[in-house]
């Protein structure tokens, strides 16, 4: 996201944990060698326009776990004034001056809401978004453009209204802690039976993660200045379906998956969200995973120990559940084509070995 930023004309630098961006685009291109690995490309889309009449950006690329259309974001545009076409593999946008709309989303889309709600802020009148994702991510972005000026009400509920300024200025914020990866964590704890606390995690936005990982045996609390997690023995089945927020994160359906194939007893694994985000259940089932596909669901019969094995990452979440299984697994594990962990986590192999994981990151072949 920095050097597509950069890219654009923007200076984006790093002081310390703070990331400093400033300046304006000169260029409103966002190219295919940057977009084709990361999906959240697409957000630059709905800025661009509304700030500098046109955008031409590359359709999306990220992990493939099925169909995850921007449809909706160009839709909403159209109806927002813009002219839309699609060329080449990209997406052309135009508009003098996009006008406010009421905007209805088939499915719930979090960047769908998010590319609409930044391009309504500086759009002419009042846009209302139903349908809209309820995602903290997706309140955290409001604050930020509330900090700039931005006229937003409802950010949290599935409604949106945003009333247009002419103009937005700069803010200081602190970003939101990252719920998926603070769940990551947790389930690195309960699978090692560990003891860890997560400074800084905000267990509000996990309220449906910790409610699963409670019902499967696994302390958490609340501490100040962080999330206390203990394992405690070996964990119990339980049953999860992966939905939009306020339910079961998809995000995070992977790494239970991995908690789950040690559990005691049957589990089944709902995926509502994407139609292919069981392609790590193969390479669990190398490790003596026993895993059934039916449809939509994984069953999942516990069993007593993994073994050790020669894996391959698939996507974003894949990576992070076979790291998880290596850290429980009897031997080595040795897991390729890993560059799609860095998209979802700060050098994670650095933050379990400094919990006590025999885990480093080595060159080689993918």
Request: one cysteine or more.
């Amino acid at each position: 996201m920095k050097n597509l930023l950069s890219s654009l004309g923007l200076k984006v630098c790093n002081e310390g944990d703070d990331l400093l961006v400033s300046g304006e685009a000169n260029n409103t291109e966002a190219p295919y060698e940057l977009v084709k690995t990361m999906r959240a490309s697409s957000l630059v889309l709905g800025p661009l326009v509304a700030r500098y009449g046109k955008a031409k950006v590359s359709l999306p690329g990220g992990c493939a776990i099925g169909e995850r259309p921007i449809d909706l974001h160009l839709k909403a545009l159209e109806n927002m004034g813009a002219k839309i076409e699609l060329k080449h593999g990209y997406v052309f946008a135009e508009a003098k001056q996009l006008k406010g709309a009421d905007i209805y989303f088939d499915t719930v889309s979090v960047t769908g809401t998010e590319n609409i709600m930044m391009a309504a802020s500086l759009a002419e009148g009042t846009t209302v978004i139903e349908n809209a994702a309820k995602e903290p991510e997706v309140v955290d972005l409001a604050e930020l453009l509330k900090k700039m000026g931005a006229k937003i009400k409802g950010e949290g509920t599935d409604t949106i209204t945003i009333e247009g300024v002419k103009k937005l200025g700069p803010a200081v914020h602190t970003v939101m802690p990252d719920r998926i990866e603070a769940g990551t964590l947790i389930a690195a704890a309960a699978i090692t039976g560990g003891d860890v606390l997560l400074k800084n995690a905000d267990l509000s936005h996990m309220e449906a993660i910790a409610h699963k990982f409670r019902e499967a045996g696994i302390i958490i609390e609340e501490e100040e200045g962080g999330v206390r997690v203990k394992g405690n023995g070996r964990l119990k089945s339980v049953d999860i379906t992966t939905l939009p927020y306020h339910g079961f994160p998809t995000d995070m359906q992977a790494q239970m998956m991995v908690l789950m194939a040690t559990a005691q007893g049957l589990s089944v694994i709902n995926e509502t969200v994407f139609e292919n985000r069981f392609m790590h259940v193969s390479e669990l089932r190398r490790m003596g995973a026993d895993i059934n596909i039916e449809g939509h669901s994984a069953i999942v019969k516990g069993v007593k120990s993994l073994s050790g094995a020669q894996l391959m990452a698939t996507d974003l979440r894949a990576s992070a559940s076979l790291i998880l299984a290596g850290l429980v697994a009897k031997g080595r594990t040795e897991i390729r084509r890993i560059y799609h962990l860095d998209r979802g986590y700060e050098k994670l192999e650095e933050k379990l070995a400094g919990l006590g994981a025999d885990i480093k990151r080595v060159k080689g072949e993918g």
